[in-house]
């Protein structure tokens, strides 16, 4: 059972009431997570959380961008073209800057996507860019990004929050006020925009990072327009907020939602029968309903069904077998693995945080003892034989799945799926990249460096008024695409 602390569930209560008037004021949003600042480390530094990430996507931009949809749209380039067989990635930027933004040329964007690829960066999508060759700036306003080899969704990446050019000025907002933990942004000047368009300029948003709980009591006190950033972690909270109807959304992404086996040359997790075992024994099926996740599907497989590249990602040859032969099989290795080496130690997760998070740990390590395995839950940054991963595919690429089971990420792995994933980062054709990739799928699926769950968990709140908001993809969600501009 999920507890919420009394003070917070009396909050929940009290703060019910009206929903903010549509007086053409600042869209109120929360993001999950800490108190948002007006700058942030560089996204080559860490990776971004949820407020800083929300934060950079309103003010800075990448050469491309998603719109609200999830759809590729033009970002500080006016426009790009795919040439050499794909090999090659041409933009073009504005001959001159949106009004009110800083000027930002080749050069900037060039030395900006080196930085990311830097053997020194930290930022989360280097390793998806290994294809880039170079990124020459042609002229001031034309930059080449020249590719060992094609990829068709390399764009996906340039959209990211990880790889937005420039300073806080390149829009689609500006800081115009800072503090107490929220940033008021105002919209840049539209160069495009009709001047006899009778609409108001677009909508000021008042934007805040903050704590579950409190994120959702200002929300269902009228206080908030939306709320994003929601993770399975605090997904209990919003169910017991008694949100309206139809405030709660989900965003339909693909990703890593599972636990991963850290690094072990010896011991219970090193050996693959084991870990094959565990992954047997988990019951999927009553993980949605637990955590309340409608349309949730349970996932066996690394790569996400679908996925180009990996249409048909390899399943265990366990995966369609009755959870009670599983279970059953998995007793049975276990038991072996007893017999020979006496007691099973006690497995430790390293889960974050949260009352989803609970729940989950709950149903899993309840699955794990039916089989003879005991678990105990750690912190994210403890010491843990396995590490629970939720994240977002930022494109859809094969790689991203494999990837995060590299030998580099401290992790179970192989130097043959190590080899496989660097020829096809190197292979002349999409064709030998596809079939590079799928030999490594089959021999990680086969060796179980990861206990594959299902899909991620993102969920947002959103009041009625914010007719422009889409569930995405990607779970972005751009701050200028929420509300219809009210007409003068």
Known sequence: MVRIALPALVALTLLAGCRRHDDGGPIEVSVIGSATAASRAGADRAPLDAPSAALIGATRQGLVRFDAGGQIVPGIAARWIVSDGGRSLIFRLPDLPDPGARPIDAEAVARRIHAAIAANSSNPLKPLLGAIEEVDAVTPQVIDVELKAPRPNLLE??????????AASH????????????????????RDADPDDPSRPPPMVRLRGQAAGR??????????DLVLGGRFTDLPVAHLAG??????RFDPVEGLFGLAFVQADAGFTADAGNRRALAMAVDRDRIGPLLGVPGWSPIT??????????EQPATPSWSALPLADRQAQAQGLIGKWRAAHGSVPVLRVA??????????????????????????????????????????APADIASFYLRSFACDRRVICTDVTDRLLVEARDADSLAERGVLLMQADALMADDTPFIALGQPVRWSLVAPGLDLYRDSPRAIHPLN???????R
């Open 157 to 166: 990446l340039f959209a990211q929050p990880d790889l937005t050019m420039g």
């Open 171 to 190: 829009g689609p907002f500006a800081i115009v006020a800072s503090g107490e933990g929220a940033a008021l942004l105002r919209p840049l000047p539209d």
């Open 215 to 224: 994120a959702i009591a200002r929300f269902v006190a009228g206080r908030s």
């Open 243 to 248: 949100l309206p109807r139809g405030a709660l």
């Open 301 to 310: 497989t690394i790569v996400a069904p679908g996925t180009p590249e990996i």
């Open 351 to 392: 889960m974050p945080p949260g009352p989803g998070a609970t729940l989950l740990f709950a149903s899993i390590a309840r699955d794990w003892r039916a089989v003879g395995v005991q678990a105990v839950a750690v912190g994210p940054n403890d010491m843990a034989e396995l590490r629970l991963i939720d994240a977002v």
């Open 481 to 487: 695409e929420l509300r219809t501009p009210l007409k």
